[in-house]
């Protein structure tokens, strides 16, 4: 299929919106469910969710291609999957000692810095001057917000920090690994094989470090829609994504879904941030408007220049496996 930069970036930002409703959602739980139940299982319900839109895909005569048509990349697969395990694991214990909007804004402001990261070294893709400045501006908003968080600023535990961060590199991580599988897999084929896999992963962890399940009634709805919304649905649109945008820039415009969690904190939460914070909400919004205007621009220059399609160079800028 042809890529389309700008398909690539609203796909991006509806995901984004979905996200940044999943601390929020955790928040009016009972909060009896542990983080790690909670992700482990919002996990697990996204894995259903995937099964289901495939066994329907088939049913239609409308399924993806699969391993069956193309060699499994085991290797591959099993990051991605370690990586989302990683990932719901240490987002939602993070989110519950940083707090809603400070955790949040850390787990996903530290996202970019690591898929730059990851992908200068590990692909040797260094990413556009452009890109880097608007991830500055992203990150730095995500750093204001943090450090004046008003009255949640004050219980945040160093534990929740590094956890978040923590967060942030395993979601880095598993966009770079998802960009690699859908090189060979659709989309669906590549979301439900991988949270399979996490939920695999995380169903065990968190039995281990939080013993038997007690679900009650609020904490199953709470899961429920982050299983289905917050991960089955924005995962799948973020996977189609990856297919038009580079992963550098797809992490970076996730930075609004600490946007719609600081939003819905205020809001919802009753957190009250100071203005200092919203001067750093106006930062990520910009950091985020820089580097759509950095995958747009640089797809129109090299499409130019190449005589190529000008969606098709966008994919090359930054993508670490040039798909």
Same mark, same amino acid.
């Given at each position: 299929?042809?890529?389309?930069?700008? *398909?690539?970036?609203?796909?991006?930002?509806?995901?984004?919106? /979905?996200?940044?409703?999943?601390?929020?959602?955790?928040?009016?739980?009972?909060?009896?469910?542990?983080?790690?139940?909670?992700?482990?299982?919002?996990?697990? &319900?996204?894995?259903?969710?995937?099964?289901c839109?495939?066994?329907?895909?088939?049913?239609?005569? /409308?399924?993806?291609? *699969?391993?069956?048509?193309?060699?499994?990349?085991?290797?591959?697969?099993?990051?991605?999957?370690?990586?989302?395990?990683?990932?719901?694991?240490?987002?939602?214990?993070?989110?519950?000692?940083?707090?809603?909007?400070?955790?949040?804004?850390?787990?996903?402001? @530290?996202?970019?810095?690591?898929? $730059?990261?990851?992908? @200068?070294?590990?692909?040797?893709?260094?990413?556009?001057?452009?890109?880097?400045?608007?991830t500055?501006?992203?990150?730095?908003? $995500?750093?204001?917000?943090?450090?004046?968080? $008003?009255?949640?600023?004050? $219980?945040?535990?160093?534990?929740?920090? &590094?956890?978040?961060?923590?967060?942030?590199?395993?979601?880095?991580?598993?966009?770079?690994?998802?960009?690699?599988?859908?090189?060979?897999l659709?989309? @669906?084929?590549?979301?439900?094989?991988?949270?399979?896999?996490?939920?695999?992963?995380a169903?065990?962890?968190?039995?281990?470090?939080?013993?038997?399940?007690?679900?009650?009634?609020?904490?199953?709805?709470?899961?429920?829609?982050?299983?289905?919304? *917050?991960a089955?649905?924005?995962?799948? /649109?973020?996977?189609?994504?990856?297919?038009?945008?580079?992963?550098?820039?797809?992490?970076? /415009?996730?930075?609004?879904?600490?946007?719609?969690?600081?939003?819905?904190?205020?809001?919802?939460?009753?957190?009250?941030?100071?203005?200092?914070?919203?001067?750093?909400?106006?930062?990520?919004?910009?950091?985020?408007?820089?580097?759509?205007?950095?995958?747009?621009?640089?797809?129109?220059?090299?499409?130019?220049?190449?005589?190529?399609?000008?969606?098709?160079?966008s994919?090359?800028?930054?993508?670490?496996?040039?798909?």
């Amino acid at each position: 299929m042809n890529s389309d930069p700008k *398909t690539g970036v609203v796909l991006v930002l509806t995901a984004a919106t /979905l996200w940044g409703t999943t601390g929020t959602a955790q928040s009016l739980a009972t909060g009896a469910l542990s983080p790690l139940w909670f992700g482990a299982l919002r996990l697990l &319900v996204a894995a259903a969710f995937f099964a289901c839109c495939f066994a329907a895909q088939r049913g239609r005569g /409308l399924a993806p291609a *699969t391993a069956r048509s193309v060699p499994l990349p085991l290797p591959a697969l099993l990051g991605a999957g370690l990586s989302m395990a990683a990932y719901n694991l240490t987002f939602f214990a993070g989110v519950r000692g940083a707090g809603v909007a400070v955790g949040t804004a850390i787990a996903l402001g @530290s996202g970019p810095v690591w898929a $730059g990261v990851l992908q @200068s070294l590990l692909a040797r893709q260094v990413p556009a001057a452009g890109w880097w400045l608007g991830t500055a501006l992203a990150v730095g908003g $995500g750093v204001l917000m943090t450090l004046a968080g $008003g009255g949640t600023a004050g $219980g945040v535990a160093l534990g929740g920090v &590094v956890l978040c961060l923590l967060s942030g590199l395993s979601y880095a991580a598993y966009t770079l690994l998802s960009q690699r599988l859908l090189r060979s897999l659709a989309p @669906s084929a590549v979301t439900l094989q991988a949270f399979v896999v996490a939920a695999a992963l995380a169903v065990p962890a968190a039995w281990w470090e939080s013993g038997a399940l007690a679900l009650r009634w609020a904490d199953g709805l709470a899961v429920l829609y982050v299983g289905v919304v *917050t991960a089955g649905i924005a995962y799948l /649109l973020f996977s189609h994504a990856l297919r038009h945008v580079s992963a550098a820039s797809a992490v970076t /415009l996730t930075l609004g879904e600490p946007v719609v969690a600081f939003m819905l904190a205020v809001a919802v939460v009753g957190e009250r941030p100071s203005a200092w914070a919203f001067l750093g909400l106006l930062l990520v919004v910009a950091g985020v408007l820089a580097v759509v205007r950095n995958e747009l621009a640089g797809a129109a220059k090299q499409g130019h220049a190449s005589g190529a399609p000008a969606d098709a160079a966008s994919s090359r800028q930054l993508s670490p496996s040039g798909s």
